[in-house]
């Protein structure tokens, strides 16, 4: 069973930064594409950013320019740094990888961006 374990949540200011971080363990095989969701209460979870396995990268608009995905193949661990955190950046933020034909979450991490 693979498992993905994300950290570097936190409490920023806005204008702030962090980096978030997914590991995928316990895989037999290749990790396809990874992403980073996000989800406010109330609210359907929405997609941030999405690499390839040949780090092809898409944004969601609210993010481009302020974020940066990034993955290590060796480490199967895939990267969000976030800079000028907004206040409506504040959610639970959600890894996922794709493994041939299954798709695996990670536990979630809260990033809350406030003063």
């Known amino acids: 069973q693979v498992q993905l374990v994300e950290s570097g949540g936190g409490l920023v200011q806005p204008g702030g930064s962090l980096r978030l971080s997914c590991a995928a363990s316990r895989s037999s095989f290749s990790i396809g594409a990874m992403s980073w969701y996000r989800q406010v209460p109330g609210k359907e979870r929405e997609l941030v950013a999405t690499?390839?396995?040949?780090?092809?990268?898409n944004y969601a608009d609210s993010v481009k320019g302020r974020f940066t995905i990034s993955r290590d193949n060796a480490k199967n661990t895939v990267y969000l740094q976030m800079t000028s955190l907004k206040p409506e950046d504040t959610a639970v933020y959600y890894c996922?990888?794709?493994?041939?034909?299954?798709?695996?979450w990670g536990q979630g991490t809260q990033v809350t961006v406030s003063s």
């Open positions: 690499i390839s396995s040949a780090g092809t990268t």
């Open positions: 996922n990888a794709k493994i041939i034909l299954n798709y695996y």
